[in-house]
Protein backbone atom coordinates (compact mmCIF):
# COMPACT_ATOMS: atom_id res chain seq x y z
CA UNK A 1 0.00 0.00 0.00
CA UNK A 2 1.22 3.37 -0.89
CA UNK A 3 1.83 6.57 1.52
CA UNK A 4 -1.37 7.90 -0.48
CA UNK A 5 -3.86 5.45 -0.08
CA UNK A 6 -2.56 5.02 3.65
CA UNK A 7 -2.64 9.14 4.11
CA UNK A 8 -6.00 9.86 1.79
CA UNK A 9 -7.78 8.02 4.95
CA UNK A 10 -7.13 10.77 6.90
CA UNK A 11 -9.83 13.86 7.58
CA UNK A 12 -7.34 16.54 8.97
CA UNK A 13 -3.80 17.39 10.60
CA UNK A 14 -5.18 15.88 13.79
CA UNK A 15 -5.84 12.61 12.11
CA UNK A 16 -2.78 12.72 11.31
CA UNK A 17 -1.03 13.54 14.55
CA UNK A 18 -2.98 11.03 16.30
CA UNK A 19 -1.44 8.23 14.58
CA UNK A 20 2.03 9.64 15.25
CA UNK A 21 1.10 9.72 18.90
CA UNK A 22 0.16 5.58 18.90
CA UNK A 23 3.16 5.28 16.95
CA UNK A 24 5.36 7.08 19.97
CA UNK A 25 3.18 5.32 22.53
CA UNK A 26 4.15 2.03 20.99
CA UNK A 27 7.68 2.84 20.79
CA UNK A 28 7.95 3.33 24.48
CA UNK A 29 6.40 0.82 25.55
CA UNK A 30 8.50 -1.55 23.14
CA UNK A 31 11.84 0.74 24.59
CA UNK A 32 10.51 -0.33 27.75
CA UNK A 33 10.71 -3.58 27.67
CA UNK A 34 13.40 -5.79 29.77
CA UNK A 35 16.59 -6.59 27.98
CA UNK A 36 17.32 -9.08 30.37
CA UNK A 37 14.35 -11.36 29.59
CA UNK A 38 15.14 -15.22 29.78
CA UNK A 39 12.87 -16.03 26.94
CA UNK A 40 13.95 -13.38 24.31
CA UNK A 41 17.40 -13.30 22.16
CA UNK A 42 18.10 -9.97 23.75
CA UNK A 43 18.95 -12.01 27.19
CA UNK A 44 22.65 -12.86 25.46
CA UNK A 45 23.24 -9.10 25.82
CA UNK A 46 24.99 -8.69 28.63
CA UNK A 47 24.13 -4.88 29.67
CA UNK A 48 27.07 -2.83 31.72
CA UNK A 49 26.50 -0.99 34.69
CA UNK A 50 29.30 1.73 33.80
CA UNK A 51 27.11 3.23 31.09
CA UNK A 52 26.01 6.94 31.71
CA UNK A 53 25.05 9.30 29.73
CA UNK A 54 25.82 12.74 30.05
CA UNK A 55 22.55 15.03 31.28
CA UNK A 56 21.87 18.01 28.92
CA UNK A 57 22.66 21.75 29.91
CA UNK A 58 22.90 24.84 28.57
CA UNK A 59 25.68 24.93 26.08
CA UNK A 60 28.78 27.56 26.52
CA UNK A 61 29.61 30.46 24.95
CA UNK A 62 32.57 28.11 22.94
CA UNK A 63 29.84 25.38 22.15
CA UNK A 64 27.29 27.64 20.99
CA UNK A 65 30.22 29.53 18.73
CA UNK A 66 30.97 25.75 17.50
CA UNK A 67 27.19 25.16 16.44
CA UNK A 68 27.30 28.80 14.52
CA UNK A 69 30.49 27.84 12.49
CA UNK A 70 28.58 24.33 11.60
CA UNK A 71 26.04 26.21 10.68
CA UNK A 72 28.09 28.32 8.02
CA UNK A 73 28.42 25.27 5.73
CA UNK A 74 24.05 25.80 4.99
CA UNK A 75 24.59 29.60 4.79
CA UNK A 76 26.89 28.86 2.31
CA UNK A 77 25.76 25.71 0.34
CA UNK A 78 21.91 26.18 -0.01
CA UNK A 79 21.10 26.93 -3.16
CA UNK A 80 18.57 29.59 -3.33
CA UNK A 81 15.46 28.27 -5.82
CA UNK A 82 15.42 24.50 -4.80
CA UNK A 83 16.22 25.30 -0.66
CA UNK A 84 18.18 22.09 -1.31
CA UNK A 85 21.84 21.98 -0.14
CA UNK A 86 24.62 20.67 -1.81
CA UNK A 87 26.05 17.33 0.31
CA UNK A 88 29.57 18.60 -0.44
CA UNK A 89 31.05 21.78 -0.59
CA UNK A 90 30.08 23.57 -3.83
CA UNK A 91 28.90 20.35 -5.43
CA UNK A 92 25.36 20.79 -6.91
CA UNK A 93 24.34 16.98 -5.84
CA UNK A 94 22.71 15.44 -2.94
CA UNK A 95 21.97 12.40 -1.36
CA UNK A 96 18.24 11.88 0.64
CA UNK A 97 20.49 11.15 3.68
CA UNK A 98 22.66 14.32 3.11
CA UNK A 99 19.17 16.08 2.85
CA UNK A 100 18.47 14.66 5.80
CA UNK A 101 21.20 16.06 7.55
CA UNK A 102 20.39 19.67 6.38
CA UNK A 103 16.71 19.19 7.25
CA UNK A 104 18.18 18.17 11.15
CA UNK A 105 20.64 21.11 10.68
CA UNK A 106 17.79 23.47 9.95
CA UNK A 107 16.12 21.95 12.74
CA UNK A 108 19.17 22.28 15.23
CA UNK A 109 20.13 25.84 14.49
CA UNK A 110 16.22 26.65 15.29
CA UNK A 111 16.54 25.40 18.83
CA UNK A 112 19.30 26.85 19.39
CA UNK A 113 18.42 30.28 18.71
CA UNK A 114 20.83 30.49 15.74
CA UNK A 115 18.29 31.39 13.07
CA UNK A 116 14.77 33.00 13.83
CA UNK A 117 11.65 31.26 13.05
CA UNK A 118 11.16 33.05 9.74
CA UNK A 119 13.99 31.62 8.15
CA UNK A 120 13.52 28.13 9.82
CA UNK A 121 9.84 28.32 8.35
CA UNK A 122 11.14 29.77 4.81
CA UNK A 123 14.14 27.51 4.59
CA UNK A 124 11.83 24.19 5.43
CA UNK A 125 9.08 24.91 3.21
CA UNK A 126 11.25 25.43 0.33
CA UNK A 127 12.92 22.12 0.67
CA UNK A 128 9.63 20.27 1.28
CA UNK A 129 8.38 21.24 -1.47
CA UNK A 130 11.31 20.79 -3.47
CA UNK A 131 11.10 16.99 -2.35
CA UNK A 132 7.73 17.08 -3.89
CA UNK A 133 8.41 17.83 -7.00
CA UNK A 134 11.43 15.40 -7.46
CA UNK A 135 10.64 12.62 -9.99
CA UNK A 136 10.83 9.00 -8.48
CA UNK A 137 12.55 6.47 -8.95
CA UNK A 138 10.36 4.22 -11.55
CA UNK A 139 7.56 6.15 -9.80
CA UNK A 140 7.59 4.80 -6.58
CA UNK A 141 10.83 6.21 -4.32
CA UNK A 142 13.43 8.74 -4.31
CA UNK A 143 16.27 8.16 -6.35
CA UNK A 144 19.72 8.08 -4.84
CA UNK A 145 20.59 11.51 -5.92
CA UNK A 146 19.76 14.55 -7.39
CA UNK A 147 21.03 17.57 -8.54
CA UNK A 148 20.36 20.67 -6.29
CA UNK A 149 19.70 23.17 -8.59
CA UNK A 150 17.71 21.50 -11.56
CA UNK A 151 15.97 18.58 -9.55
CA UNK A 152 16.85 16.32 -11.82
CA UNK A 153 17.69 12.57 -11.20
CA UNK A 154 21.48 12.02 -11.31
CA UNK A 155 24.02 9.13 -10.54
CA UNK A 156 26.86 9.63 -7.99
CA UNK A 157 29.01 11.83 -11.09
CA UNK A 158 26.03 14.67 -11.16
CA UNK A 159 25.08 13.43 -14.54
CA UNK A 160 21.55 13.17 -15.44
CA UNK A 161 19.85 9.76 -15.10
CA UNK A 162 16.43 9.57 -17.04
CA UNK A 163 15.81 6.14 -15.42
CA UNK A 164 17.15 7.03 -12.27
CA UNK A 165 19.53 4.86 -10.14
CA UNK A 166 17.54 2.83 -7.72
CA UNK A 167 16.65 4.12 -4.15
CA UNK A 168 18.00 3.35 -0.90
CA UNK A 169 15.84 2.09 2.31
CA UNK A 170 18.64 3.45 4.38
CA UNK A 171 18.56 6.90 3.34
CA UNK A 172 14.77 6.98 3.31
CA UNK A 173 14.54 5.72 6.69
CA UNK A 174 17.14 8.24 7.39
CA UNK A 175 14.73 11.09 5.87
CA UNK A 176 11.96 9.91 7.78
CA UNK A 177 13.57 11.71 10.93
CA UNK A 178 13.53 14.92 10.36
CA UNK A 179 9.83 14.41 8.70
CA UNK A 180 8.76 13.03 11.81
CA UNK A 181 10.17 15.58 13.99
CA UNK A 182 8.65 18.60 11.62
CA UNK A 183 5.05 17.10 11.62
CA UNK A 184 5.51 15.95 15.52
CA UNK A 185 7.10 19.51 16.41
CA UNK A 186 6.19 22.17 13.94
CA UNK A 187 2.33 21.89 12.87
CA UNK A 188 3.01 24.57 10.43
CA UNK A 189 4.58 21.99 8.47
CA UNK A 190 2.66 19.30 8.60
CA UNK A 191 0.42 19.58 5.73
CA UNK A 192 3.90 19.49 2.88
CA UNK A 193 5.38 16.50 5.08
CA UNK A 194 2.05 14.90 4.42
CA UNK A 195 2.43 15.44 0.97
CA UNK A 196 6.11 14.49 0.51
CA UNK A 197 5.45 11.11 1.89
CA UNK A 198 1.78 10.22 0.26
CA UNK A 199 3.96 10.16 -3.06
CA UNK A 200 6.16 7.26 -2.02
CA UNK A 201 5.15 3.79 -2.63
CA UNK A 202 7.04 1.77 0.16
CA UNK A 203 5.57 -2.00 -0.97
CA UNK A 204 8.16 -2.43 -2.71
CA UNK A 205 10.91 -1.49 -0.39
CA UNK A 206 9.27 -3.37 2.56
CA UNK A 207 9.57 -7.06 2.18
CA UNK A 208 8.01 -9.74 5.17
CA UNK A 209 9.61 -6.69 7.48
CA UNK A 210 12.75 -6.61 5.79
CA UNK A 211 14.24 -3.03 4.42
CA UNK A 212 15.50 -3.75 0.34
CA UNK A 213 17.01 -1.34 -1.88
CA UNK A 214 16.56 -1.04 -5.38
CA UNK A 215 19.86 -0.69 -7.67
CA UNK A 216 20.31 -0.68 -11.75
CA UNK A 217 22.50 -3.34 -13.18
CA UNK A 218 24.46 -3.21 -16.01
CA UNK A 219 22.13 -4.16 -18.18
CA UNK A 220 19.74 -1.22 -17.25
CA UNK A 221 17.22 -3.63 -15.49
CA UNK A 222 16.52 -3.45 -11.83
CA UNK A 223 17.51 -5.57 -9.44
CA UNK A 224 16.16 -5.51 -5.36
CA UNK A 225 18.62 -6.03 -2.19
CA UNK A 226 18.30 -6.49 0.86
CA UNK A 227 19.86 -3.23 2.27
CA UNK A 228 21.26 -2.42 5.93
CA UNK A 229 24.15 -4.23 8.28
CA UNK A 230 23.82 -4.08 12.27
CA UNK A 231 23.89 0.07 12.98
CA UNK A 232 22.82 1.18 9.93
CA UNK A 233 19.55 -1.16 9.52
CA UNK A 234 18.00 -0.95 12.90
CA UNK A 235 18.40 2.88 13.24
CA UNK A 236 16.67 3.15 10.08
CA UNK A 237 14.02 1.14 10.82
CA UNK A 238 13.08 2.97 13.53
CA UNK A 239 11.75 5.79 11.39
CA UNK A 240 9.65 3.22 9.76
CA UNK A 241 8.16 1.76 12.72
CA UNK A 242 7.15 5.45 13.74
CA UNK A 243 5.10 5.26 10.29
CA UNK A 244 3.12 2.17 11.58
CA UNK A 245 4.98 0.30 8.73
CA UNK A 246 6.16 -3.28 8.71
CA UNK A 247 10.41 -3.56 9.94
CA UNK A 248 9.72 -6.22 12.49
CA UNK A 249 13.06 -8.29 11.38
CA UNK A 250 14.96 -4.98 10.27
CA UNK A 251 14.32 -3.16 13.70
CA UNK A 252 15.74 -6.16 15.60
CA UNK A 253 19.45 -6.11 16.95
CA UNK A 254 19.66 -9.91 17.59
CA UNK A 255 19.09 -11.34 14.26
CA UNK A 256 22.48 -11.80 13.36
CA UNK A 257 24.52 -10.26 15.88
CA UNK A 258 27.96 -11.94 16.78
CA UNK A 259 30.72 -10.60 18.74
CA UNK A 260 34.41 -9.76 18.08
CA UNK A 261 36.43 -9.42 20.59
CA UNK A 262 38.78 -6.01 20.79
CA UNK A 263 40.92 -5.21 23.69
CA UNK A 264 38.79 -7.04 25.94
CA UNK A 265 35.73 -5.68 24.91
CA UNK A 266 32.58 -7.36 23.02
CA UNK A 267 32.00 -5.38 20.00
CA UNK A 268 28.85 -6.55 18.33
CA UNK A 269 29.16 -6.87 14.77
CA UNK A 270 27.27 -8.14 11.49
CA UNK A 271 27.50 -11.81 10.58
CA UNK A 272 26.52 -11.54 7.61
CA UNK A 273 29.74 -11.50 5.81
CA UNK A 274 30.74 -9.26 2.33
CA UNK A 275 31.91 -12.80 0.85
CA UNK A 276 28.84 -14.37 1.39
CA UNK A 277 26.08 -11.76 1.38
CA UNK A 278 28.12 -8.98 -1.22
CA UNK A 279 27.73 -6.14 1.40
CA UNK A 280 30.03 -4.48 3.77
CA UNK A 281 29.53 -4.38 7.67
CA UNK A 282 30.71 -1.26 9.04
CA UNK A 283 31.26 -1.32 13.13
CA UNK A 284 31.69 2.91 13.12
CA UNK A 285 30.26 5.66 15.40
CA UNK A 286 28.03 7.26 12.89
CA UNK A 287 24.38 4.90 13.15
CA UNK A 288 24.93 4.62 17.20
CA UNK A 289 25.31 8.55 17.72
CA UNK A 290 22.07 9.50 15.73
CA UNK A 291 20.48 6.58 17.02
CA UNK A 292 21.30 8.32 20.57
CA UNK A 293 20.49 12.00 19.69
CA UNK A 294 17.86 11.77 17.25
CA UNK A 295 15.33 8.52 18.76
CA UNK A 296 17.22 7.92 22.46
CA UNK A 297 18.87 4.52 22.62
CA UNK A 298 16.66 1.48 23.81
CA UNK A 299 18.46 -0.84 26.08
CA UNK A 300 20.17 -2.71 23.55
CA UNK A 301 21.91 0.07 21.11
CA UNK A 302 22.67 1.97 24.39
CA UNK A 303 24.60 -1.18 25.44
CA UNK A 304 25.93 -1.56 21.98
CA UNK A 305 27.13 2.11 21.36
CA UNK A 306 28.65 1.57 24.48
CA UNK A 307 30.61 -0.95 23.44
CA UNK A 308 31.87 0.52 20.69
CA UNK A 309 32.65 4.12 22.18
CA UNK A 310 34.87 1.85 25.11
CA UNK A 311 36.62 -0.07 22.77
CA UNK A 312 37.72 3.75 20.98
CA UNK A 313 38.64 4.95 23.91
CA UNK A 314 40.47 1.50 24.72
CA UNK A 315 42.76 2.18 21.22
CA UNK A 316 43.62 5.39 22.76
CA UNK A 317 44.54 4.09 26.00
CA UNK A 318 46.64 1.69 24.15
CA UNK A 319 48.36 3.38 21.61
CA UNK A 320 48.04 6.81 22.63
CA UNK A 321 46.01 7.70 18.99
CA UNK A 322 42.88 9.61 19.69
CA UNK A 323 40.40 7.39 17.90
CA UNK A 324 36.41 8.29 16.78
CA UNK A 325 36.17 6.81 13.77
CA UNK A 326 32.84 6.82 10.93
CA UNK A 327 32.27 7.04 7.42
CA UNK A 328 34.06 10.30 6.30
CA UNK A 329 34.14 11.94 2.75
CA UNK A 330 38.18 12.71 2.27
CA UNK A 331 39.33 15.28 0.23
CA UNK A 332 41.51 13.31 -2.08
CA UNK A 333 40.78 10.02 -3.73
CA UNK A 334 39.38 7.91 -3.06
CA UNK A 335 37.51 10.43 -1.87
CA UNK A 336 34.94 8.07 0.40
CA UNK A 337 36.31 6.38 3.06
CA UNK A 338 35.00 3.90 5.99
CA UNK A 339 37.10 4.20 9.08
CA UNK A 340 35.89 1.19 11.14
CA UNK A 341 36.12 -0.12 14.44
CA UNK A 342 35.69 -3.75 12.60
CA UNK A 343 35.16 -4.67 9.10
CA UNK A 344 35.96 -7.40 6.70
CA UNK A 345 37.57 -9.67 9.61
CA UNK A 346 39.97 -7.01 10.81
CA UNK A 347 40.11 -4.61 13.49
CA UNK A 348 40.67 -0.59 13.30
CA UNK A 349 40.12 -1.59 9.32
CA UNK A 350 39.97 1.32 6.73
CA UNK A 351 38.37 0.46 3.26
CA UNK A 352 36.87 1.86 0.15
CA UNK A 353 33.27 1.85 -0.75
CA UNK A 354 34.85 -1.01 -3.59
CA UNK A 355 36.39 -2.63 0.05
CA UNK A 356 40.12 -1.67 -0.82
CA UNK A 357 42.44 -0.95 1.57
CA UNK A 358 42.58 2.65 2.76
CA UNK A 359 44.79 2.68 5.84
CA UNK A 360 46.74 5.78 4.75
CA UNK A 361 43.56 7.62 5.45
CA UNK A 362 42.28 6.54 8.81
CA UNK A 363 41.08 9.25 10.66
CA UNK A 364 40.12 11.16 13.42
CA UNK A 365 36.11 11.88 12.16
CA UNK A 366 35.44 15.64 13.53
CA UNK A 367 31.46 14.35 13.91
CA UNK A 368 32.15 11.56 15.66
CA UNK A 369 34.06 13.58 18.24
CA UNK A 370 31.59 16.19 18.94
CA UNK A 371 28.87 13.03 19.08
CA UNK A 372 30.32 10.70 21.62
CA UNK A 373 31.21 14.17 23.67
CA UNK A 374 27.64 15.23 23.79
CA UNK A 375 26.47 11.95 24.50
CA UNK A 376 28.70 11.14 27.22
CA UNK A 377 31.29 14.20 28.23
CA UNK A 378 33.63 11.89 29.45
CA UNK A 379 37.45 12.79 30.23
CA UNK A 380 38.11 10.97 26.98
CA UNK A 381 35.84 12.81 24.70
CA UNK A 382 37.04 16.28 25.99
CA UNK A 383 40.12 15.11 24.52
CA UNK A 384 38.44 14.58 21.41
CA UNK A 385 36.68 17.80 21.10
CA UNK A 386 39.72 19.42 21.78
CA UNK A 387 41.70 18.41 19.22
CA UNK A 388 38.48 18.57 16.65
CA UNK A 389 38.34 21.85 17.67
CA UNK A 390 41.04 23.24 15.51
CA UNK A 391 39.07 21.44 12.76
CA UNK A 392 37.51 24.36 11.28
CA UNK A 393 37.22 27.37 9.32
CA UNK A 394 35.27 29.80 10.42
CA UNK A 395 33.67 30.94 7.55
CA UNK A 396 33.14 27.86 6.01
CA UNK A 397 32.46 25.39 8.43
CA UNK A 398 34.12 22.35 10.23
CA UNK A 399 36.35 20.01 8.37
CA UNK A 400 35.63 16.14 8.31
CA UNK A 401 38.43 15.03 9.95
CA UNK A 402 42.40 14.71 10.84
CA UNK A 403 44.41 11.92 9.21
CA UNK A 404 46.34 9.79 11.74
CA UNK A 405 49.26 8.97 9.74
CA UNK A 406 49.84 12.88 8.13
CA UNK A 407 48.68 14.70 11.12
CA UNK A 408 47.03 16.87 8.54
CA UNK A 409 43.13 18.30 8.29
CA UNK A 410 41.45 16.18 6.21
CA UNK A 411 39.36 19.24 4.79
CA UNK A 412 36.75 17.75 3.11
CA UNK A 413 33.63 20.27 3.72
CA UNK A 414 30.27 17.98 3.97
CA UNK A 415 26.65 18.74 5.05
CA UNK A 416 26.60 15.27 7.12
CA UNK A 417 29.71 16.82 9.25
CA UNK A 418 28.09 19.88 9.60
CA UNK A 419 24.47 18.82 10.31
CA UNK A 420 25.58 16.13 12.66
CA UNK A 421 28.03 18.27 14.59
CA UNK A 422 24.60 20.91 14.98
CA UNK A 423 22.69 17.87 15.82
CA UNK A 424 25.19 16.65 18.75
CA UNK A 425 24.99 20.09 20.52
CA UNK A 426 21.10 20.39 20.34
CA UNK A 427 20.92 17.30 22.10
CA UNK A 428 23.29 18.65 24.50
CA UNK A 429 21.44 21.16 25.27
CA UNK A 430 17.42 20.16 24.59
CA UNK A 431 18.21 16.17 24.66
CA UNK A 432 16.87 13.72 22.27
CA UNK A 433 15.58 15.61 19.29
CA UNK A 434 12.07 13.86 18.54
CA UNK A 435 10.22 12.87 21.66
CA UNK A 436 6.96 13.43 23.06
CA UNK A 437 6.39 17.17 24.52
CA UNK A 438 9.21 19.87 24.77
Request: aromatic share 10%; charged share 20%; no cysteine.
Amino acid sequence: MSFKQGLVRARSHLIFLTGLVTAFGMVGWLEGLSVGNANTPEAMIEISTEVNIAPTRALTAQELAWAKTAWKYFQNNTIPDTGLVNSVDNYNASTLWDTSSYLMAVISAQRLGIIDQTEFDTRISKALDSLTKMALFEGKLPNKSYNTISLQMVDYTNQPSEKGIGWSAIDIGRVLVPLNVLAWHYPQHTASVKKVMERWDTQPMLVKGVLQGAVVNDDGKTEYLQEGRLGYEEYAAKSFNLMGLDVSNSIRYTDFLKFVDISGIQVATDSRSAQQYGAHNYVVSEPYILDGVEFGWDHISQELAWRVYKAQEKRFAETGILTAVSEDNIDQPPYFVYNTVFTDGKIWNAISEKGEDASQFKTLSTKAAFGWHALYETDYTKKLVEKAATLADPERGWYSGLYEVSGQPNKALTANTNGIILEALAYKQGGKLMKLGK
